[in-house]
């Protein structure tokens, strides 16, 4: 598994750029196991404030119910990193914003945490716009903490550029 380099980050983090400036959306991230790094790499852009509209980091359990309304059953029946949790919590980013797309993300980025069900480098990510259901995507990453963190920044990323139609 190839390192993911900060200019590699920087590229895609051009193409969302380019992609939401041509259909002329917003986005908006609900981030926890990677901690804001989406939202990081978006605002290293100059001018990124004409599409980036704002970030959650909901590193909590009770950070995802108070700020994106995830719903503490959900939480409490499939726990925090699981589909149905990372599903409310890219909803919730998108009601909770002006955005017309956004991006969610929860797992286990490790050393501690992974069960036997859900390993470390387990990873749920998350689509919406307003113009469409929400996407999913399990992940099992490889790696120490770092990689895990920046393997799922990168497939934030291409997701969006994906998922950002007119």
């Not at 900060?6 to 959306?25: H, I, Y």
């Not at 797992?107 to 945490?113: S, T």
Request: with cysteine; proline share 1%; charged share 20%.
């Amino acid at each position: 598994m190839d390192t993911i380099s900060d200019a590699e980050l920087l590229q895609f983090t051009s193409q969302v750029a380019q992609r939401l400036l041509d259909v002329n959306w917003r986005l908006s991230v609900a981030e926890s196991c990677t901690g804001g790094w989406v939202a990081k790499c978006c605002t290293d852009l100059a001018g990124s404030s004409t599409w980036f509209e704002r970030g959650f980091t909901t590193y909590s359990n009770q950070a995802k119910q108070d700020l994106l309304h995830v719903k503490e059953s959900t939480i409490l029946q499939y726990g925090a990193v699981s589909e149905q949790t990372v599903c409310e919590m890219v909803q919730g980013a998108l009601a909770a914003s002006m955005a017309d797309i956004s991006v969610a993300i929860t797992g286990i980025a490790g050393p501690d945490g992974g069960t036997i069900d859900k390993p470390v480098g387990t990873v749920w990510i998350a689509w919406v716009t307003k113009y469409s259901v929400v996407k999913t995507q399990c992940c099992h990453f490889i790696g120490d903490r770092e990689s895990i963190r920046r393997q799922a920044v990168k497939l934030a990323l291409q997701g969006i550029i994906k998922n950002a139609r007119d």
